[in-house]
């Protein structure tokens, strides 16, 4: 939604996100939203905005739909809140849900290509894998590609759309990095199925160095042949985190900017 995302303050997390279908070049996509909660904040001068969205092609078909969360400013400060409505979501989409890409085969996968030699059966749960590379953050570079995604947040681009006089770095340009820097360690987690929720913990900023690392919350196979699908958690810090701490008493741990928990179809 145009609207909310040109004010927006900051967006704040995800939940039951499915890709349904591949889109490939020529394709043409349409997006729908809904406003499905809204929820004043303390300060009385912003509040967060639930949306759900799909996207279709131009045959119609559902390419992928998602349920997010905002914060916006209040038009008018002093106006009334709106009845506050925060909607139900689920916390993870089920295995027997993902949608698989028809006629996706993984079982000539050539791991020697791929660069790494583990498939499905070589992960466990609860296993952490810190993906040891970083990358710095840059003015030119995020503001580039967060045009490239549509995003008009002024935030963004703009030094006078906040206090600090800083731009916020697009936390799908945080989302990128991390999964670019998860293929050290998870090269063969090859198309993502569902994002299940996620959470833009910390704002990043141009000169950040980003490092990331992941956790295996589940694994699951699919119908598709040689096809099965991981479950995991992809947390992005501000510097690396040998520790691999997620949370601390407070809340997530010093440094943490964003927390992921997605599908990956993974050869098996």
Known sequence: MPD???NAVANLGYAECRFHRPVVPGDTLRTTSEVIGLKENSNGRTGVVWVRSTA???RGDVVIDWARWVMVHKRDAAS???ETVVPELAAVVEAADLVVP??????S???AAAGEPHRLGDYEVGERIDHVDGVTLTDAEHMMATRLWQNTAKVHFNTDARPDGRRLVYGGHVISMARALSFNGLANAQLIAAINAGSHVAPAYAGDTVHAWSEVLDTAETPAPGV???RLRLVATRGRDASMTLRSEDGHAEGVLLDLDYWALVPR
């Open 56 to 58: 279709t092609d131009q």
């Open 80 to 82: 009334p809140a709106p």
């Open 109 to 111: 996968y050539d791991t």
């Open 102 to 107: 028809e006629g996706l085969d993984f079982t």
């Open 228 to 230: 099965g699908a991981l």
């Open 4 to 6: 909310i995302s040109l």
